[in-house]
């Protein structure tokens, strides 16, 4: 069946439909996921939330796109929103960690640490991370990477180029 | 110089089109600048790749054979309860059968005992419901053990 066919069975409500046309593009959004929030676990969760959405929302998909970009760009938006919450959860448990534990909460970077892929990844901002993860591991284009982080092309050429020149410090200061 | 200039030009600038043109024609060609960006390949040996995620399970937005058998859930519960209230009305009717069916025959057994610590005695009259009733009396072999017990006589 192709992958026509199978959006024309999932809009009608086939599951079995959907799970084959997500099959095909899972591990390309689970490792978005991944690199976006650096860890397994909560990268799965993000990945069947943004799977969760795609089905919901499959009735707004326009035909003309490509399917596994619409849903890539799911992911995305769901993997900020989660490292939005994070930051916010994290920022108001630092500020009562000695009271309740007697000791420092671990910030944004000592969660992501011991996941040693995407580790460097981990140390950009959301947005720019986001940005790199969706051009050099999916190949979007500004424009898309725009369309997927709701910016304007440029912005997303900045981030695009920001996260580049971040990464390279990085690693020179890893050596 | 020229790409201070131009990054300074992109934040002064507050049209997008003209941001977007230096973008596109200096950042993303200049070769200085693209000098101070890692590459594409540098940055994909820093991230995970779906290659790298072979013997990774499988995701499941949900089940598709749940969703059948979730149907068929509820008539299994129906079915253990129906089967649970059946087994419970028929305990019950069965009791009340024991209790309050047809009384069972009220006998009579007249016996004389004739020394006590012998422990010998003889059935002078059985009935079972006002009728002669017939003694069986048996001695399964171990000494001191005799029972007896009464029977109907046919007709």
Same mark, same amino acid.
């Given at each position: 069946?192709?992958?026509?066919?199978?959006?024309?069975?999932?809009?009608?409500?086939?599951?079995?439909?959907?799970?084959?046309?997500?099959?095909?593009?899972?591990?390309?959004?689970?490792?978005?996921?991944?690199?976006? !929030?650096?860890? #397994?676990?909560? =990268? +799965?969760?993000? /990945?069947?939330?943004? %799977?969760?959405?795609?089905?919901?929302?499959?009735? @707004?998909?326009?035909?003309?796109?490509?399917?596994?970009?619409?849903?890539?760009?799911?992911?995305?938006?769901?993997?900020?929103?989660?490292?939005?919450?994070?930051?916010?959860?994290?920022?108001?448990?630092?500020?009562?960690?000695?009271?309740?534990?007697?000791?420092?909460?671990?910030?944004?970077?000592?969660?992501?640490?011991?996941?040693?892929?995407?580790? !460097?990844?981990? #140390?950009?901002? =959301? +947005?720019?991370? /986001?940005?790199?993860? %969706?051009?050099?591991?999916?190949?979007?284009?500004? @424009?898309?990477?725009?369309?997927?982080?709701?910016?304007?092309?440029?912005?997303?050429?900045?981030?695009?180029?920001?996260?580049?020149?971040?990464?390279?410090?990085?690693?020179?200061?890893?050596? | 110089?020229?790409?201070?200039?131009?990054?300074?030009?992109?934040?002064?600038?507050?049209?997008?089109?003209?941001?977007?043109?230096?973008?596109?024609?200096?950042?993303?060609?200049?070769?200085?600048?693209?000098?101070?960006?890692?590459?594409?390949?540098?940055?994909?040996?820093?991230?995970?790749?779906?290659?790298?995620?072979?013997?990774?399970?499988?995701?499941?937005?949900?089940?598709?054979?749940?969703?059948?058998?979730?149907?068929?859930?509820?008539?299994?519960?129906?079915?253990?309860?129906?089967?649970?209230?059946?087994?419970?009305?028929?305990?019950?009717?069965?009791?009340?059968?024991?209790?309050?069916?047809?009384?069972?025959?009220?006998?009579?057994?007249?016996?004389?005992?004739?020394?006590?610590?012998?422990?010998?005695?003889?059935?002078?009259?059985?009935?079972?419901?006002?009728?002669?009733?017939?003694?069986?009396?048996?001695?399964?072999?171990?000494?001191?053990?005799?029972?007896?017990?009464?029977?109907?006589?046919?007709?």
């Amino acid at each position: 069946m192709s992958e026509e066919e199978l959006i024309r069975c999932a809009r009608l409500g086939d599951r079995d439909a959907f799970a084959g046309l997500v099959s095909a593009h899972e591990k390309k959004l689970l490792a978005l996921c991944w690199n976006m !929030l650096g860890d #397994r676990e909560e =990268a +799965r969760d993000a /990945a069947q939330d943004a %799977l969760l959405q795609a089905f919901l929302n499959l009735g @707004r998909f326009d035909a003309g796109r490509s399917f596994v970009r619409w849903l890539l760009g799911i992911g995305a938006k769901r993997c900020l929103d989660r490292l939005r919450k994070k930051r916010t959860f994290l920022r108001y448990f630092q500020g009562h960690a000695n009271e309740w534990l007697g000791g420092a909460a671990p910030g944004p970077e000592a969660v992501a640490a011991g996941e040693d892929a995407g580790r !460097l990844l981990q #140390r950009l901002p =959301a +947005r720019e991370r /986001a940005a790199i993860s %969706l051009a050099v591991f999916e190949g979007f284009n500004a @424009r898309e990477i725009a369309a997927a982080l709701g910016c304007s092309e440029s912005t997303a050429r900045v981030h695009l180029f920001n996260a580049r020149v971040k990464l390279k410090k990085e690693v020179a200061d890893e050596m | 110089m020229k790409c201070e200039w131009v990054r300074i030009a992109y934040r002064v600038l507050p049209l997008p089109p003209w941001r977007a043109f230096l973008l596109e024609r200096h950042i993303d060609r200049c070769p200085r600048c693209q000098a101070q960006a890692l590459d594409d390949e540098a940055i994909l040996s820093l991230g995970v790749t779906p290659a790298r995620l072979h013997g990774e399970p499988p995701l499941r937005p949900f089940a598709s054979e749940s969703g059948r058998s979730r149907g068929f859930r509820p008539a299994w519960r129906y079915a253990f309860g129906f089967f649970l209230a059946a087994a419970i009305l028929g305990g019950a009717f069965a009791i009340w059968r024991g209790v309050s069916g047809e009384p069972l025959p009220r006998g009579i057994v007249t016996v004389s005992e004739t020394e006590e610590d012998a422990r010998i005695f003889a059935v002078l009259e059985a009935q079972i419901g006002g009728e002669p009733a017939r003694p069986v009396i048996f001695a399964p072999g171990q000494p001191g053990m005799t029972i007896v017990w009464f029977e109907k006589i046919q007709n």
